[in-house]
């Protein structure tokens, strides 16, 4: 499993800078991407980076949020500013496409308005 963390309660505009150690071979072998889910919502996947580091987002989060991985220490980043009520969600990395295998609890993100 993949453990996201740094998750948290923050107000409207803050930011929140989410972590997810991986292995090496899950790292140089596939793209990687943060998904979030939120109560009654379809999970979405918000944040997409290759192994060459081409980044891609989601209409919902383009400019404010910012996927990064450190290939040293095989961990993936995600900075998220100006954050909104409506980011409120739980958190999850994963490989792009989605492995079930490697699916962890992820991390809470709560934005209050």
């Known amino acids: 499993q993949l453990q996201a963390s740094g998750g948290g309660l923050v107000q409207a505009g803050g930011s929140l800078r989410l972590s997810c150690a991986t292995s090496g071979r899950i790292f140089s072998i596939y793209s990687m991407g943060w998904y979030r889910q939120a109560p009654g919502k379809q999970r979405e996947l918000v944040a997409r980076i290759t192994t060459g580091g081409d980044t891609n987002y989601s209409d919902s989060v383009k400019g404010r949020f910012t996927i990064s991985r450190d290939n040293a220490k095989t961990t993936l980043y995600l900075q998220m500013d100006s954050l909104k009520p409506e980011d409120t969600a739980v958190y999850h990395c994963?490989?792009?496409?989605?492995?079930?295998?490697?699916w962890g609890q992820g991390t809470q993100v709560t934005v209050s308005s």
């Open positions: 994963n490989t792009v496409p989605l492995f079930p295998t490697y």
